[in-house]
């Protein structure tokens, strides 16, 4: 009887009920109880490993226990602390993927946001520790939206802007499954038929909508310059899109030169007629969207005003009228 009680005892009773001490406890994958139990008992969270051992083996938790980083206290009993521990409870850290980022600018924030897999999460992408651009780890055999990808150019325009959770452990790869995933989740059936029946890929697709994305921002807009931009690669005009300028150059500006329209860039939307090479940012569905259906207009031209305001033009003079106006 005593035995019984000293064992409930222990069971029930935190190592010190009065201490507010949180500590951040980790499990490796492939650690056995028994290192476990050492370990908690080292960072005084339990009283005894033996009675740790004892109730996780009769309510069949011990093989269980999943690894990661814990938030746990001293505080909490045997049962809390392996209930937590079996349900993998474990510190997660949320991130968020703004609309119209491109990699660099999201490489960027993965660093300052300490996220561990930041630097590998980069490379499979297709960023490379230099910031150029090289071909990704191929996921096409996983998501089918990415088959029609050119398999030297990166994952830009598919890093779907959204806020995921990162829990500690989780490799490159594994964040980037769950980032393409909502991608896959965002880009239904019905729209992909859509696609098909306009004879364009997706590739197509994602790079037209990381053009609209960096360009308007109303959903209107969107729509319109979607159509206007088509209409240019219908008749053969240059698309002249500035973002992409400000893509080849690194520079956060609206205000291109004449001189960086001439720089020789597969990207450079001036120099080179049809699409570029590859998406410039990472668009949201919004932009996917209108990328897929564009509003007919009898507009050419469009230029953005330093107050975001879009202004339409039907012509060459129309819009050189519009810029001397607007953009003086």
């Not at 940012?281 to 259906?293: F, T």
């Amino acid at each position: 009887m005593l035995g019984y009680f000293y064992v409930w005892w222990n069971i029930t009773a935190p190592f010190d009920a009065s201490s507010a001490r949180k500590v951040t406890f980790s499990i490796e994958k492939g650690e056995s109880v028994d290192m476990i139990v050492k370990k908690l008992q080292e960072q005084k969270l339990i009283s005894s490993g033996l009675i740790f051992k004892i109730y996780t083996m009769t309510h069949g938790l011990n093989r269980k226990l999943k690894a990661g980083d814990y938030i746990l206290s001293s505080a909490m009993p045997i049962p809390e602390i392996a209930e937590k521990l079996v349900a993998g409870d474990v510190i997660k850290q949320k991130i968020t993927i703004i609309e119209g980022w491109d990699l660099a600018d999201i490489g960027s924030y993965l660093i300052k946001q300490n996220i561990a897999s930041a630097k590998d999460i980069l490379e499979m992408a297709g960023l490379s520790a230099e910031g150029k651009l090289e071909n990704g780890n191929d996921f096409s055999k996983e998501f089918d939206f990415l088959r029609d990808k050119p398999k030297t150019q990166s994952l830009e325009g598919y890093l779907f802007p959204d806020t995921y959770v990162i829990t500690p452990g989780m490799n490159g790869e594994e964040v980037l499954g769950e980032i393409l995933a909502n991608f896959g989740q965002k880009l239904t059936d019905e729209l992909k038929a859509e696609i098909a029946e306009q004879k364009k890929t997706i590739f197509e697709i994602v790079t037209m909508a990381s053009l609209i994305e960096k360009e308007v921002k109303t959903p209107e807009d969107k729509k319109i310059v979607s159509g206007i931009l088509w209409k240019r690669l219908k008749i053969g005009m240059p698309l002249q899109v500035d973002a992409t300028i400000a893509y080849i150059t690194g520079r956060n500006t609206t205000k291109i030169l004449i001189q960086e329209t001439k720089i020789d860039n597969p990207y450079n939307t001036y120099k080179y007629k049809g699409l570029p090479i590859g998406p410039i940012s990472n668009p949201g569905l919004e932009s996917i969207e209108a990328a897929i259906y564009p509003k007919a207009s009898p507009y050419l031209f469009y230029l953005s005003t330093p107050d975001g305001k879009t202004i339409f033009s039907k012509n060459l003079k129309e819009h050189n009228a519009a810029k001397a106006k607007y953009l003086k």
